[in-house]
């Protein structure tokens, strides 16, 4: 009694029962504050009211009906509550809030109901087929045992011929009667055969019919299958063994393992709601891990675990799964690929599904909510303490593929299979089908290269073993470049390139990486359903990916070249009379690219030959820029110069006249990063760009989007600034000629270009992409404040705002972005570290500058507050997010 007057305290004082309550503190938990009118401590009162009379449960009662009444009540029902702590409700009323909490609570005051029946008395009620005895049951209030078989039966055969149920109801019931605890399992199985086709015509109807959204008439059998309890039965069929505590437990056959895995995956996917009830069940969740170990169901496993951890609200523990180390060790090569699907959903951060979940207000909000680690990072620890586990990665993703057919019956074969086949694991199902003679005649090898054995594959055609091949690659890769951007990313930086992932993949590039092959329509459904793409399609983009991954800002992307290419960037700096960089003298040769090309040389092939409208232009722009990414190298620059890098871009920017933003974006912020502080890149940019009509189509296309150029005008601001501090006659004679720096030099300009900049941000649609236009600005502050001009440009700024009629809105606006830039870097290590390294110039100097701006002393000629009218001061605003 003393436990149930303690919940009710903690009722009392919210109007309702918070899923989690944190006792020492005395409050919700975060995330468990709400109330889904959940029956337990109402059905608790009843009982004790009923052993007790204590009118204390009464009063319980009466707050309860007062609560829901007062607070749930809506037009059309009882709504869950989303959050006690303000009452805010949720679009939903849960089935059992009318099946059990206004049931107990109706019991809880009618002392006289035959439900408080103690099973001394019963009722006889005369039926159509006799005489049927009514007895509550004592154990459960609700659950009344009926001897009503044969009406039950009768019944649902009547209204199964007028339903159309196709006998499902008639079948869960035989397989309830033959699925007792005491049951040895014998007749499930058959009845599970008869089920089984219903649902997967409809489960292969829905795969083929590009996923239309599941509905009771479009998928009728799965429908009444999970209508009767067909889901909740086959759960306890399947995790029964874990529940018994005998020493002889019930033992169930790997055919029924997989016929209920299968009945189950395939009423997720055509029944709405069904995975996220499932997926609800952490219990069931963690079990279905432990029928991974056993290769005869792994693939009906792994599947439906697939999709239950695609809707699951909160990410799983990988630590709460029993015995992962030796469960990831005892996977074939095979299996761990197809792991790796599952993986991706456990290491990626979960997408909040708001709009603005990307901006970095939002962001920072988020961390400081949770100041340690988020499980998806936890996760990545975990898998990174698992012996072997990025070896293993490596070698799948490098391992070779035969090929004896030709370009075009590959595609002509792969239109042909992949009209139905939805990823991997249904292609797994099919080599295991050409498997099976091989592994009934020989013990399984354990080698690494077993998978890749001719002899058990030679049953399909070739086109569809180089489709498993690149399916698997797709998840490998995809699980190596989250981990590469992970806070572990050093040690698994070491692992790569140890394990040398990246000759692997150079040695891939042309077989099967880049295959010279028509695009095609083939659909892939990956980890974003958004995104349809065909399987090489979607192999190359997160190829890209990586390789942006692996390059960026870290000297492990000098393995992308051979021990040629690391020989020419040593001879470009001794012919410059530069130091040669330390990330190039201490590359272990061995780990880099063998033949001919390293992995870069290869990519900036494919890429000046890449269509003009082709989407891979700005991946591949991403990855080659990531290589220059950082301090800026001078060698580097001259390697991709001398490749013809300059004027590939420029024809894409000026003679092609892209209109993709993402694709120009790309180009710009490689075009500056190619150009930055290197004079010969500006002079072979003049001797491109040689007549005014292209240098106006350049400007325009700068011009016509600054969020996705301003990186661009960062580079040509800090380059011009270092050209005129040089007494160089070479320099002096690009800098008069270059129509690009002679444009920048302009003061009018550079304020035009500031201008824009503060005026197209703002602090509450600041993300990651376009708070470059906020860094952009302030470099071009910075250099005129070394050179004594920053008041000179404030005032303009001043005056810019009254010529465009926007008084004090831009400065004030620029003032509320700093405010939120001194909160943003000055707590981020890395951000400020690469600020530093790509500008030259030291984050002490950029702190400083931003601290002057800031002055609240309105006589400070660098203070912007000392430019702003008294009338339109709104400085104090706050901005933090709601």
């Known amino acids: 009694m003393r436990t149930f007057l303690n919940y009710y305290t903690v009722w009392k004082q919210f109007g309702g029962l918070p899923e989690f309550y944190n006792i020492p503190q005395g409050y919700t938990v975060e995330k468990r504050e709400g109330y889904p009118l959940r029956p337990e401590l109402i059905e608790s009162a009843m009982y004790l009211y009923r052993a007790t009379q204590d009118p204390t449960l009464l009063e319980l ?258 630590d709460d799964i029993p015995n992962l180390a030796s469960l990831v060790s005892s996977f074939d090569q095979q299996q761990l690929a197809n792991f790796c699907r599952i993986l991706a959903v456990t290491i990626s951060e979960l997408d909040t599904g708001t709009d603005d979940k990307h901006t970095l207000l939002a962001k920072n909000a988020q961390q400081k909510k949770h100041l340690g680690p988020s499980r998806a990072e936890i996760n990545q620890a975990t898998l990174l303490n698992i012996p072997g586990f990025i070896e293993r990665l490596c070698k799948l993703a490098t391992r070779k593929v035969s090929e004896t057919t030709g370009t075009s019956s590959f595609l002509q074969e792969l239109e042909e299979w992949y009209t139905w086949l939805d990823n991997a694991l249904v292609l797994d199902a099919l080599m295991r089908v050409a498997s099976e003679e091989a592994e009934q005649s020989s013990t399984e090898s354990s080698d690494e290269s077993s998978l890749a054995n001719t002899s058990t594959r030679t049953q399909l055609p070739q086109s569809m073993k180089i489709m498993h091949e690149i399916m698997y690659k797709l998840e490998v890769l995809y699980v190596l470049c989250v981990l590469l951007m992970g806070r572990q990313r050093n040690q698994v930086h070491k692992m790569i390139a140890e394990f040398k992932l990246i000759p692997g993949l150079n040695n891939l590039f042309d077989k099967l990486i880049w295959r010279k092959h028509s695009a095609s329509a083939l659909v892939l459904h990956g980890h974003n359903q958004n995104c349809d793409c065909s399987p090489d399609i979607t192999l190359k983009i997160q190829f890209l990916r990586l390789l942006q991954s692996f390059s960026d800002h870290h000297e492990n992307k000098y393995l992308l070249l051979n021990s040629q290419e690391l020989n020419e960037l040593s001879a470009i700096s001794l012919k410059a009379n530069i130091p040669e960089a330390d990330a190039v003298v201490n590359t272990d040769r061995s780990l880099v690219c063998d033949g001919k090309r390293g992995l870069l040389t290869r990519l900036l092939q494919v890429m000046k030959k890449e269509p003009a409208e082709s989407s891979f232009r700005f991946w591949q722009a991403r ?110 004679e690009v800098l008069s000629e270059c129509h690009l720096l002679s444009y920048m030099s302009q003061m009018s300009m550079r304020m035009s270009f500031l201008f824009r900049l503060i005026n197209i941000i703002h602090v509450q649609t600041l993300t990651q992409e376009n708070v470059s236009c906020l860094n952009t600005s302030l470099v071009i502050l910075m250099l005129a404040r070394r050179k004594d001009k920053l008041p000179f440009y404030l005032h303009t700024l001043q005056q810019m705002e009254y010529t465009e009629k926007y008084p004090g809105f831009i400065m004030n606006n620029f003032h509320s972005l700093l405010r939120f830039w001194q909160q943003h870097y000055l707590n981020k290590d890395k951000d400020s570290t690469c600020l530093e390294n790509s500008s030259c110039i030291s984050f002490t100097y950029w702190k400083e500058t931003v601290s002057i701006l800031l002055s609240p002393d309105r006589t400070s000629p660098c203070a912007i507050v000392s430019y702003i009218d008294e009338a339109y001061m709104d400085i104090d605003r706050d901005f933090t997010e709601e």
């Open 623 to 732: 990855a080659v820029e990531s290589f220059l990414r950082g301090t800026t190298s001078y060698a580097d620059q001259i390697f991709l110069l001398k490749r013809g890098l300059l004027e590939h871009i420029l024809y894409c920017i000026v003679d092609s006249e892209c209109k993709s933003r993402d694709v120009l974006q790309s180009y710009f912020d490689l075009l500056g990063e190619l150009m930055k502080f290197n004079i010969d890149a500006f002079k072979r940019f003049n001797k491109y760009i040689n007549t005014d009509e292209k240098f106006q189509i350049f400007l325009n296309q700068i011009n016509s989007s600054l969020v996705d150029s301003n990186m661009l005008v960062r580079c040509i601001t800090l380059s011009l600034d270092r050209f005129e501090n040089q007494s160089d006659a070479k320099v002096a």
């Open 61 to 318: 009662g009466r707050d309860a009906v007062e609560s829901i009444e007062r607070i749930s009540k809506v037009e059309c029902g009882f709504a869950t509550i989303k959050d006690l702590r303000d009452h805010r409700l949720d679009n939903r009323m849960e089935s059992f809030f009318l099946a059990e909490t206004v049931k107990y609570l109706y019991l809880l005051f009618d002392a006289d109901n035959f439900m408080h029946n103690d099973g001394s008395t019963f009722n006889i009620v005369l039926t159509p087929y006799g005489e049927c005895v009514l007895d509550a049951v004592r154990s459960r209030a609700g659950s009344v045992e009926c001897c009503v078989q044969l009406i039950t039966e009768a019944l649902l055969k009547e209204r199964d011929k007028q339903a159309k149920w196709n006998g499902i109801p008639l079948l869960l019931q035989k397989l309830y009667e033959n699925s007792h605890p005491n049951s040895d399992f014998s007749q499930c199985q058959n009845i599970l055969k008869e089920i089984s086709p219903l649902l997967s015509v409809e489960a292969m109807a829905f795969v083929t019919d590009d996923r239309k959204p599941a509905q009771e008439s479009t998928y009728p059998n799965t429908y009444t299958f999970d209508l009767f309890g067909g889901v909740d039965l086959l759960v306890e069929i399947l995790m029964r063994p874990t529940l018994i505590t005998q020493k002889k437990k019930q033992k169930i056959s790997d055919d029924l393992i997989k016929d209920c895995l299968s009945i189950l995956y395939n009423t997720c996917i055509c029944t709405e709601g069904v995975t996220k009830r499932l997926a609800e069940r952490n219990d069931f969740v963690l079990f279905l891990f432990t029928l991974m170990t056993n290769k005869k169901t792994f693939l009906q496993t792994a599947t439906l675990i697939e999709d239950i951890l695609g809707v699951k609200k909160e990410m799983i523990q990988l």
